[in-house]
């Protein structure tokens, strides 16, 4: 049964190192060795195409490059890859939002996904220009994805609602097929609105017990309004040949961070309104100390990285082992990223997704897939012309290029 689906992640905010890049969720991102540029985020992206990745997720803040607009430009680089594009519902009206979900779907063949983002930090949505609260947030979110459903289906739209109105809107151009809608949050008013609108519900990496309350809760409220969900985690991966290389290398990220670092993104991240950030901050806790929070479960990358702070940590089998876990309790997406993006999503596309595919738990979701055709190689690996397929797997104890 292959049930399982693999997301890639796309650098944009402020672009990709060997070391984790800190900052986001309200914080300026720390300085990269790899700018977030088109030629650089279109080797992660075909990389991510050919290994097997079905989506990218692209972020959205003031901390990041416009994930609409970055998307955009790197779709024609890519054949079958999905873009799941970030996007806050509060800074652009309903009908735009349309009708740009719509031409994005339209113009790429179907390859747009839809991650609706309220926004947890009120500070950063002031400087927007969006003064709502946070539940004020998530109720005009909800008016939101009511009134873009509608325009999708042909309605035209008349709505007065408590924090949004528009008369007469008709949408010329529907997308087909409709993009899916990716929906996180912890707290009620994230369950309650993604129980009405999400196709996908997302959590952050929090341990499978955690993970499976979540999922029975959100099966609950979903059912309530006749709904089925599918449910999705975003997490971080250090895969390597052996369990200790893949320790070692969790040690080294650990290493590059430091304590003044730690004290000034925990600071600022702990301003942040959102439920599912201050779950992050309390499984590391500010301190390098018991950073395994469940085995094979480490909790480092958030000492210094907002949003999703949790990596897979181990050998390609115990970290297969442990994705199937989280599909035990209910989960069959998950969006992954490493440092460096094109690095990681090789030695996870050609270590982890083999061993899963043997478990009869993915397939390659190009109807024959795309080997080396279009692919960028790893900095540092032999040219992909070669007759011999490049696998980082078994080159995992070579340093990586910076």
């Known amino acids: 049964m292959s049930d399982l689906t693999f ?50 997720l692209t972020p959205t803040g003031a901390w990041c490059e416009d994930a609409w607009l970055t998307t955009a430009m790197l779709a024609p680089l890519s054949e079958r890859l999905k873009f799941l594009v970030a996007f806050r519902p509060g800074l652009v009206s309903p009908l735009l939002a349309a009708q740009m979900a719509g031409t994005f779907q339209n113009l790429t063949g179907g390859r747009l996904l839809l991650n609706v983002v309220v926004g ?28 873009v459903r509608r325009l999708w289906a042909g309605e035209s739209v008349t709505f007065q609602g408590e924090h949004l109105a528009l008369a007469d809107a008709t949408l010329a151009q529907r997308p087909d097929p409709l993009p899916e809608i990716y929906f996180g949050g912890s707290s009620p008013a994230a369950h309650d609105v993604a129980a009405e609108h999400a196709d996908v519900y997302l959590t952050w990496g929090e341990p499978p017990a955690a993970v499976a309350r979540k999922v029975e809760d959100m099966r609950r409220r979903a059912a309530e309004r006749g709904r089925e969900l599918r449910f999705g985690i975003r997490l971080h991966a250090i895969a390597r040949d052996t369990h200790e290389e893949a320790w070692a290398e969790a040690d080294r990220l650990l290493n590059g961070i430091s304590d003044e670092q730690i004290a000034r993104v925990q600071a600022g991240l702990r301003r942040s309104e959102s439920e599912g950030q201050r779950r992050m901050l309390d499984l590391n806790r500010g301190s390098r100390d018991g950073l395994e929070v469940h085995p094979g479960l480490w909790a480092g990358i958030g000492l210094v990285r907002g949003g999703a702070g949790t990596a897979l ?18 989960i069959s997406e998950f969006i992954l990223s490493g440092y460096p993006h094109l690095e990681e999503a090789y030695r996870f596309g050609e270590g982890v997704l083999p061993e899963l595919a043997r478990r009869g738990r993915w397939s390659h ?36 290029p910076a």
């Open 120 to 147: 947890g930090e009120s500070h950063e949505q002031r400087a927007y220009g969006d003064f709502l609260d946070k539940d004020e947030r998530y109720a005009r979110c909800g008016e939101f994805l009511d009134v």
């Open 365 to 400: 979701p190009a109807p024959s897939p795309l080997g080396l055709r279009g692919a960028a190689v790893p900095f540092g690996a032999p040219s992909a012309a070669s007759a011999v397929p490049v696998s980082l797997v078994s080159q995992d104890r070579q340093e990586v």
């Open 7 to 56: 997301h890639w992640f796309l650098p944009t905010n402020g672009g990709d190192s060997p070391q984790v890049v800190g900052g986001g969720h309200g914080l300026p991102a720390e300085p990269s060795v790899r700018p977030a540029s088109v030629p650089y985020l279109g080797q992660v992206a075909r990389s991510a195409e050919q290994l097997g990745f079905e989506a990218a």
């Open 313 to 330: 940590v181990g050998s390609h089998q115990e970290v297969a082992d442990l994705i199937e876990e989280y599909a035990a309790v209910g």
